[in-house]
């Protein structure tokens, strides 16, 4: 075994039947959202049953990959093993273009702690973190969103 | 619902000491409680007919262990412990929080099923650092937390207070004066953990800082120990050796915050509103019928932001309340008189609970609010699970 693959990952998400084909598509660099095909609302995290109305009828679409920064804090002390060496870390709220308060977790990158505005127009890219990982990340948006 | 109105009574509180790291058992810290709240109401094991408490370890904190007596202690194993189990009626054991519990036994013993019920609350801190997230992946809600660091309780919320502090313009010394003057009434509490131990302000603007915009002096302190409050009847407590405090009425939440996040500032207004609204309807009472608030603090935010879901004071001015000194001792409303969960120690809204009966039945020593007729305690965030309750001082017979 080489060094390299010893290393300590951050934690990895594991996807379930609800929520592989998000993480199938963010492997694929695509920002997949759950949305509800009988009243249309966006979902996010996805679940067995639209928490608007109820319906078991889900299915993922893929979004604009534009939000906006809902908030965040910046961590100081590593939260796994994994995050040692990427401190400060921010980690983010972010709200996704297509509905209010459909918020996403995540974290800036390509940003200073100190350029953060609430609201700030912030864009999707793709972390491949292992060959069947990658998780999404925002920068922010390289023209306005 | 009013027919509750002050028909069950807090008639006796009884603490272990409040500790890191004891060399005894939760087990007999939580039987040690229970039987200092019997004492205090003059009544032995021989009358209690009811146990209930939220068993649960926090979800996150080193070893997450389970075992009886030792990580847990279960109204079962201890209504065997104090060998009262032949005669308990009823014991509950929620899933949410303790003041949920605390909620049941109020309905137990006013439709009758149980004459006195102690609700307690034990609570074990494991060895091990609280942001230790080990496993390797992450499943269920924490594949979406976990992955990006957001796996611990204070990251979350320090993620409500930065957007607080960014619409309302704050910033961390807005809140030095609360912290400092919490730190203040834990020291003038006998049950307080850190009594003995007063804060500067800059002791908390230089704090360790786990989630800027969250400091550790913003997080509860997590104890070794059990409190317990015992209930009855209102009629019977007149004729115990304490004066009564008076449960006029609770309510509690079932908003939740959208699932991909922990929490949301938004999500928390509307839910303490909700929590507010259902008091009022309960007790026929509003923001303004109170001499002091107990208000959570598992995190120190929480605070403002329950003033402000309770109607004290609008949106946004919360921390301008804490600020100014009005929730101070002596202020326009005395905040956690006994220190709540930031000093007196971690007992998920049982130092809220307790410190509303110290404070209407006049137990409250160098920390008393002179002649205080109504307390109110909010437990937990606002969100599902939370609970208020309104606490009154005995004027009737």
């Known amino acids: 075994m080489t060094v390299e693959s ?56 893929t979004v604009s990959g534009k939000g906006s920064l809902f908030t965040w804090c910046v961590l100081k002390e590593a939260p796994a093993p994994g995050f040692r060496d990427m401190l400060p870390l921010i980690v983010a709220i972010v709200e996704l273009a297509e509905q209010p308060h459909l918020l996403l977790s995540t974290n800036i990158v390509g940003a200073r702690e100190e350029e953060l505005r609430l609201g700030m127009p912030l864009e999707v890219t793709f972390e491949r973190v292992t060959e069947d990982c990658a998780l999404p990340q925002f920068r922010p948006a390289r023209e306005a969103a | 619902m009013r027919a509750f109105r002050d028909r069950i009574a807090v008639a006796g509180i009884g603490y272990s000491p409040l500790t890191r790291r004891p060399e005894r058992s939760l087990a007999s810290l939580a039987a040690e409680a229970v039987d200092a709240a019997l004492a205090d ?31 847990v202690v279960t109204p079962w194993a201890l209504g065997e412990r104090l060998g009262i189990h032949t005669h308990t009626r009823w ?10 519990a605390f909620m049941e036994a109020a309905m137990a013993i006013a439709s009758g099923v149980c004459s006195h019920v102690v609700v307690y609350r034990a609570l074990h801190v494991p060895p091990g650092s609280y942001i230790n997230y ?44 609360y912290i400092v003057d919490n730190r203040a009434n834990t020291c003038r509490n006998p049950n307080g953990f850190w ?19 969250m400091s550790i002096l913003d997080c509860d302190i997590p104890v070794d120990g059990c409190a317990a409050l015992l209930l009855t009847s209102t009629e019977r407590a007149r004729d115990l050796k304490r004066k009564p405090a008076l449960l006029t009425g609770f309510s509690a939440g079932t908003h939740s915050p959208p699932t991909g ?42 605070v403002y932001l329950w003033l402000e879901g309770l109607g004290i004071v609008p949106r946004g001015e919360g921390l301008a309340f804490l600020r100014d000194g009005h929730g101070s001792l002596g202020g326009k409303l005395p905040v956690n008189t006994g220190g709540g969960a930031l000093g007196e120690g971690r007992l998920h809204g049982m130092t809220q609970l307790a410190e509303a009966v110290i404070q209407v039945t006049d137990r409250g020593g160098e920390r008393q609010v002179p002649g205080a007729r109504r307390a109110i305690a909010t437990i937990s965030n606002g969100l599902t699970k939370a609970t208020a309750f309104a606490i009154s001082r005995d004027e009737g017979q």
């Open chain 2, 134 to 177: 080990e496993n390797r992946y992450s499943v269920g809600p924490e594949q979406w937390l976990a992955p990006f660091g957001f796996s611990g309780p204070p990251s979350w919320a320090a993620s409500v207070v930065k957007r607080y502090f960014e619409m309302f313009g704050y910033s961390r010394a807005d809140l030095a004066r």
């Open chain 2, 41 to 71: 109401a003059g009544l032995d094991r021989r009358a209690l007919d009811g146990l209930a408490t939220s068993p649960s370890m926090p979800r996150y904190g080193g070893a997450k262990g389970t075992v009886e007596g030792i990580d």
């Open chain 2, 261 to 302: 996040v922990p929490m949301t500032l938004d999500d928390i207004w509307i839910g303490c509103e909700q929590v507010a609204a259902r008091l009022w309807e309960a007790t026929g009472l509003g923001p303004s019928d109170f001499d002091t608030a107990q208000l959570y603090d598992g995190f120190a935010p929480f």
């Open chain 2, 91 to 100: 014991t509950g054991s929620t899933n949410g929080m303790v003041t949920q």
């Open chain 1, 6 to 61: 010893e290393a300590v990952l951050r934690p990895l998400p594991l996807g379930d039947e609800v929520s592989e084909a998000f993480w199938d598509a963010a492997k694929a660099g695509r920002l997949d959202i759950q949305r509800c095909r009988a009243c249309r609302r966006w979902n996010h995290a996805p679940s067995l049953a639209c928490p608007t109305c109820g319906s078991e009828d889900l299915g993922y679409e």
């Open chain 2, 195 to 213: 009594r003995g131990k007063p804060l500067a302000a800059d002791d908390y603007l230089n704090a360790r800082m786990i989630a800027d915009p």
